[in-house]
């Protein structure tokens, strides 16, 4: 018999080197995450990347990458959904210190948040806009549902606004997914090199856009 909390083989499960089997699991699906980020969102991206190349840039075997993920694509989705949990924060962090402000300045506090987010890191930003589209039905199903939850977020804030008397009460909903589908265009361009433009003139034009898009346009 052994005294409590000696190093164990690895492959029993056991505390090795004062960590715990999870703890490893979880190292070591952190490693592999940061090197996808970094292979997925800059070269040779996701198309271009391979079981061995991820797993040379992580420091980990072919052997530790399948106890983890089933394939590529499965690192992808879950890369996928961190970026919009991140955003998700972000902009849930923004509404709450813009609380107090008029309608005009919350929505520009909200989206600066949400561009912010997306936008400090490069790879994050090709991931959520480049590299996850058209990879297959599940991820675009996956991609979808993400997109519905902006929309929902969107629409929300649209209907407490209403209700304090900042805009005219109605359905937002056609309004908050031509925004969300014009937002995700406007940044997989940006993303692409399709136009030159800076953070602050992306964000003049989308504020504009989503104001423009819950307002009723004026009589003339």
């Given at each position: 018999m052994g005294r409590a909390g000696r190093n164990e083989d690895p492959a029993a499960g056991g505390v090795y080197r004062g960590r715990s089997a999870q703890e490893r699991r979880a190292e070591r699906r952190e490693r592999f995450l940061a090197a996808a980020l970094a292979q997925f969102g800059d070269r040779p991206g996701y198309r271009h990347a391979s079981v061995a190349g991820l797993c040379e840039a992580a420091g980990l075997s072919t052997r530790q990458f399948y106890e983890e993920f089933r394939n590529l694509e499965e690192v992808l989705a879950r890369l996928h959904l961190l970026v919009n949990e991140h955003k998700e924060r972000a902009v849930l962090h923004a509404l709450a210190g813009a609380a107090a402000l008029p309608f005009d300045q919350r929505v520009a506090a909200v989206l600066r948040g949400y561009i912010t987010a997306v936008t400090e890191d490069p790879r994050r930003l090709r991931i959520a806009f480049v590299e996850i589209v058209g990879v297959s039905e599940e991820l675009e199903r996956q991609r979808l549902v993400r997109r519905a939850r902006w929309v929902d977020l969107l629409v929300a804030e649209a209907d407490r606004a209403a209700a304090c008397g900042e805009l005219a009460p109605r359905d937002f909903r056609i309004a908050a997914t031509a925004f969300i589908g014009a937002v995700n265009g406007l940044l997989h361009d940006w993303t692409a090199g399709?136009?030159?433009?800076?953070?602050?003139?992306?964000?003049?034009?989308?504020?504009?856009?989503?104001?423009?898009?819950?307002?009723?346009?004026?009589?003339?």
């Open positions: 399709q136009f030159d433009a800076t953070l602050d003139q992306v964000l003049a034009e989308l504020t504009t856009l989503l104001l423009g898009a819950v307002r009723p346009p004026s009589p003339r």
